[in-house]
């Protein structure tokens, strides 16, 4: 199934490798901003919470960049 994106008035198909990079770039944006939020909290609960949350993300980084490689060869 392919999905148009409509950019500027222009309609752009999106493929599966499309899904794949935006998926990897956008968990990995989240990885980063948990660790941040965890630097930046003194609350020892709350700190662990996004320590875990940005592990978490980084499991599901790592399994879309193993598909990324496995599907596409990148």
Known sequence: MVFLLTL???DME??????LKKALLDTQER?????NYSQEIDDEEIR????RFAENEGMQASEIQRLI????GQ
């Open 14 to 19: 999106l493929t599966t490798q499309d899904y």
């Open 31 to 35: 990885v980063r901003d948990f660790q």
């Open 48 to 51: 662990d919470c996004f320590k």
């Open 69 to 72: 490689t496995k599907k596409l």
């Open 8 to 10: 500027g008035g222009e």
